[in-house]
């Protein structure tokens, strides 16, 4: 069954690092996103990708915050200089196909941890 | 905005029924979708309603009431591996294309023999 793949499943950076997270969506999905997890909280929405534009973005989504589709396959989120609050479980998830499917499919998740 | 809300922690025994309740406040509603996420892992579609009524899935079940703004998940015949969170979503559709999920706080279950 095709899955969503993430990479790394952990990354730790110093305060004031760029980082970039990786992500291959499922291949016949149309639209992609990125998801937040605070440790203990819930899932927060930061971004959604969609014909090469971002469609939607969060507050949380500021002007440190960046996604392309660099290739066919891989969609990334950089983070461009990490604060302590930056750590967190980070989801990457695609949708839609051809066959005009919604449900949203998850990665397995980064999580980044800023010290 | 949106708001949704949901038990912080149920508990069952093995072999019961669940149900796991979520109300919401939202804009721009267009469906409820229930997603799994063990400890650590994933969140794990699990149902989805965009109409009032019940669906169906194996063992969990879903029920939607958009005058309510109310729905639940049912899990049956529990068994020790569905131990995890449980969060009711808010789906809206973006203009710019695909589809927004604004997740509830979750519901943590512990199952117990």
């Known amino acids: 069954e095709p899955e969503v793949t993430q990479t790394p499943s952990h990354q730790v950076t110093q305060m004031g690092q760029e980082v970039i997270l990786r992500c291959v969506p499922i291949?016949?999905?149309?639209?992609f996103y990125w998801y937040r997890q605070i440790l203990g909280q819930k899932v927060e929405f930061l971004v959604s990708?969609?014909?090469?534009?971002?469609?939607?973005k969060s507050e949380i989504f500021d002007d440190q915050f960046s996604v392309e589709r660099p290739d066919g396959s891989n969609f990334t989120l950089k983070i461009r200089s990490t604060k302590l609050e930056d750590s967190a479980m980070y989801f990457c998830a695609s949708s839609g196909s051809l066959a005009g499917s919604y449900e949203q499919y998850f990665g397995p998740g980064t999580r980044l941890t800023v010290t | 905005g949106q708001s949704l809300e949901q038990p912080s922690e149920v508990t069952a025994v093995e072999g019961a029924i669940v149900q796991i309740n979520c109300t919401y406040q939202t804009s721009g509603f267009y469906g409820l979708s229930w997603y799994q996420q063990h400890d650590g892992g994933a969140p794990t579609f699990l149902s989805y309603?965009?109409?009032?009524g019940l669906e169906e899935t194996g063992r969990f079940s879903s029920f939607l009431s958009r005058s309510d703004s109310y729905g639940y998940l049912l899990l049956q015949e529990l068994q020790m591996k569905d131990s995890a969170s449980y969060f009711c979503?808010?789906?809206?559709?973006?203009?710019?294309?695909?589809?927004?999920?604004?997740f509830g706080t979750g519901t943590q279950l512990k199952v117990e023999l």
């Open positions: 291949s016949n999905h149309l639209y």
């Open positions: 990708f969609y014909n090469n534009e971002i469609s939607e």
């Open positions: 979503a808010v789906r809206t559709i973006l203009t710019g294309g695909g589809n927004k999920l604004t």
């Open positions: 309603n965009a109409l009032d």
